[in-house]
């Protein structure tokens, strides 16, 4: 199997350019962003505190969770044979998920996941810490980022077009927030891998970002 990690902080556009990037090879793409997302707005539906290490961490054990493809190719994760996609993109659900992802339970569970997904198909994946410790071996590595303004602005304006009222400067400080987060836990923290290929995408356009990956793959 062919995998390809895509890694980088909050808002670098990650999601998008590897959704196009698997689209053009026609491989799965894997966003294992959205299962910590799921994890923590489970925990919260089910009334556990998300600073509760402890009982998050049992509730993460208990959990059943499965990722499918709807008719568009868009990925539908089900926590307990529920689809809990609508609801894991409001902005509160972005720092619960930082925080739970913090906790060791919750990584090797996800992470567990997210190696038997590579591992059954070609994937491109998209997260924090893929080629540095879900697949220290992938075939091929990028790490992507842009200045934090800029990140908040694409943020900002994915948000609006969701219908969700939002502030900008809200958006920057939870950006920074979880950019500090995501990079200071103690374990798999945010950081490109060595072998990675580097990719400020502060002055690219998608399509650019896109093929810029898509020319370095060979298959
Ligand atoms: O990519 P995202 O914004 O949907 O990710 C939400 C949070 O999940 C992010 O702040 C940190 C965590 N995460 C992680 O720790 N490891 C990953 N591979 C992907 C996301």
Redesign the pocket.
Known sequence: MINIAI?GP??AG??TVAKAVAKKLNFIYL???????AVAYSAIKNGIAITDEQAISEFVKTITMDIAYDENGEQQIFVFDENVTPYIRQNEI??A??DV??YPAV?YR?VEL?RIEAGKNNVV??????GTF?LPNAEYKFFMTASPEVRAKRRYDELLARGQSVDYDKVLNDIIT?DY??SH?AV?P?KQAEDAVYLDTSNMTVEEVTNFIIDRIKL
């Not at 966003?31 to 997302?37: E, S, V």
């Not at 994946?125 to 893929?130: A, K």
């Open positions: 890694d909050a808002g990650k999601s966003d294992t962003g959205a299962m910590y997302r972005s720092k998920a930082s992802s913090a990584r996800m997210q994946l998209d997260g924090r810490d893929i879900v979880r987060n995501d836990r798999a945010l």
